[in-house]
């Protein structure tokens, strides 16, 4: 079972810049998507961005442009670069594996949740 540690997270001024990390383990293969979701307060935990072994990415709307997704392979690590931050980005931020990049984003990841890293932007 793979298993992830998110990290990075902390408090940041609208329009700041922080960087995530989440390390896997267990048995995790190569060919796996990673990606990373997010779940605000009252809300429903969404996708944010995934990308492939080989660096394919696919991102959602509100990120786009913003959030940048990179993967080590070597290490089983992933990592989302998140600039220009706005309030509404506040969230509990979490990582995951897919079957592919589109997938989870239309379907989900096939792991088990950690525990996540919390963002919080706030002037």
């Known amino acids: 079972q793979v298993q992830f540690v998110e990290s990075g997270g902390g408090l940041v001024q609208p329009g700041g810049s922080l960087r995530l990390s989440c390390a896997a383990s267990?048995?995790?293969?190569?060919?796996?998507?990673m990606g990373w979701y997010r779940q605000a307060p009252a809300k429903q935990r969404e996708f944010l961005a995934s990308i492939t072994s080989g660096g394919s990415t696919n991102y959602a709307d509100s990120v786009k442009g913003r959030f940048t997704i990179s993967r080590d392979n070597a290490k089983n690590t992933v990592y989302l670069q998140m600039n220009s931050l706005k309030p509404e980005d506040t969230a509990v931020y979490y990582c995951n594996i897919g079957v592919s990049v589109t997938a989870m984003r239309s379907v989900g990841p096939i792991g088990s949740w950690g525990q996540g890293t919390r963002v919080t932007v706030s002037s």
């Open positions: 267990g048995s995790i293969l190569s060919g796996y998507a």
